[in-house]
């Protein structure tokens, strides 16, 4: 009788582990959002960055080393982005399923062309990324290949529920382009327009929708605006007629606000993480947030 106890128990424990939830810990929130629409209910995931916070640095805390540990899948970007906070965690995880190489290590970055890839890089040049600007999930048609890279991991990872991942890649990318057509059509009338940004998040997305953004409020990536950059980008701004300034969550908005005043122009709230603003808390809300608050700024 006990033997035959024991092979039930064991065949039902077989049972739950081969539809077990994977794991997933994904750094940033746009990430663990694309996570969301690949995995559905077929996953438990832990963001570990507030979509409100900046990404350079994120405050971490013992339960990161904790999630880490526990981790199927760590979705980071892959482009130094989280090197200020996120290898001194990985170390204290002891992980081996999430190192790079391993299957249930995904970088975002992984096959995708990144653009300003600096020459050389000192100090001098402020916060610069040596494999080039690593906000590149903002642009849509990265986030695709991003969610398509996803759902061939959890697919890798869970062969079980392959189809059900790839059945929902498939119609986030439908969803994708076709809003990409919507957005497209909304920003077409702005195209060549130059946009002034607290700090260099956005050549993605500019890129994409025909925009240009190369004036900032920072001086260089990462330093606070001073007095004196302040006033040649006000006379840029003037001499352009430019009229938004895009601005994020933890950058200090009063600033954007007196150089808005100074020129006429309108400060734009831009969040790069979906939930870093009211009603975007999925991707493709986010980037209609976007649009939307950039077109009203630029008629």
């Known amino acids: 009788m006990k033997k035959i106890l024991l092979i039930l128990c064991t065949i039902l424990a077989c049972g739950l582990s081969a539809h077990a939830k994977l794991n997933v810990v994904a750094t940033l929130p746009d990430f663990s959002s694309l996570a969301r ?6 996953i438990d995931i832990v963001t570990l960055a507030k979509p409100t916070e900046d990404p350079h640095f994120v ?30 965690l990985l170390q204290n995880a002891r992980n081996p399923k999430i190192e790079i190489g391993k299957p249930g290590r995904l970088q975002a970055s992984q096959g995708i062309r990144l653009m300003n890839v600096p020459a050389n890089v000192t100090r001098a040049a402020g916060d610069v990324h040596a494999l080039g600007n690593p906000h590149f999930a903002a642009d849509p048609i990265i986030a695709k290949a991003i969610a398509q890279h996803i759902a061939q991991s959890f697919s890798a990872l869970d062969s079980v529920n392959a189809a059900f991942y790839d059945a929902n890649y498939k119609k986030f990318e439908s969803t ?40 900032f409020l920072e001086p260089k990536p990462g330093i606070p605006p001073s007095p004196s950059h302040l006033v040649e980008v006000i006379a840029q ?24 005043s100074a020129t006429g122009a309108k400060v734009v709230d831009f969040a790069q993480f979906p939930g870093g603003m009211p009603g975007t808390d999925s991707y493709v809300k986010l980037i209609d947030k976007l649009v939307a608050g950039l077109v009203a700024a630029l008629k």
């Open 37 to 42: 629409e690949i995995g559905g209910d077929k």
């Open 59 to 88: 405050d971490a805390r013992p339960s990161f080393v904790v999630s880490l540990r526990s981790a199927d899948v760590l979705i980071d970007g892959g482009a130094e982005l989280e090197i200020g906070w996120l290898p001194p």
């Open 176 to 215: 994708i382009d076709a809003k990409l057509q919507e957005w497209g059509a909304a920003l077409l009338p702005f195209k060549g327009q130059n946009v002034v940004a607290y700090h260099d998040s956005w050549p993605y997305f500019a890129h994409r929708f025909g925009l240009k953004i190369d004036i």
């Open 237 to 260: 701004m003037k001499a352009q007629k430019i009229k938004a300034i895009m601005v994020e969550p933890f950058h200090d908005r009063k600033i954007a606000e007196k150089v808005a």
